[in-house]
């Protein structure tokens, strides 16, 4: 599985982006992953900030960034975003695309929370986009 990341870049605080992630992958059936976006800034501890189950039903986001992040996803373009408005400097990070597949047959393996709490060696991960926010 393939996830491909994009929309990151430098932004004024109180600005707004949206990232996008795209994935792909020989058999890959995006609404049998729970997905999400989780940031890591230098310094600063992995923080899963935005995650959303496989049927897109249900959503996490962390409390720095409730509010003011929206997560929701394109099926048809399997495709997951992350809508961000009224960044402030501590939103400055990388941001991966992170994707846990949560169906297994009938087997509900995973949901939103454990994509934002995923660590490394766990589903499959993008290479990151950065977002910078200069105040």
């Known amino acids: 599985v393939q996830l491909a990341e994009s929309g990151g870049g430098s932004v004024q605080a109180g600005g707004s982006l949206t990232l996008s992630c795209t994935m792909s992958?020989?058999?890959?059936?995006?609404?049998?992953?729970?997905v999400g976006w989780i940031r890591q800034a230098p310094g600063k501890k992995r923080e899963g900030v935005s995650c959303?189950?496989?049927?897109?039903?249900?959503?996490y986001y962390a409390p720095s960034v409730k509010g003011r992040f929206t997560v929701y996803k394109d099926t048809a373009k399997n495709t997951l975003y992350l809508q961000m408005n009224n960044l402030d400097a501590d939103d400055t990070a990388m941001y991966y695309c992170v994707a846990l597949r949560a169906r297994v047959g009938n087997w509900i393996r995973y949901n939103e929370v454990d994509v934002c709490r995923a660590e490394e060696d766990e589903g499959y991960w993008g290479q990151g986009t950065q977002v910078t926010v200069s105040s």
């Open positions: 992958g020989s058999g890959f059936v995006f609404d049998d992953y729970a």
């Open positions: 959303i189950d496989r049927t897109g039903a249900t959503e």
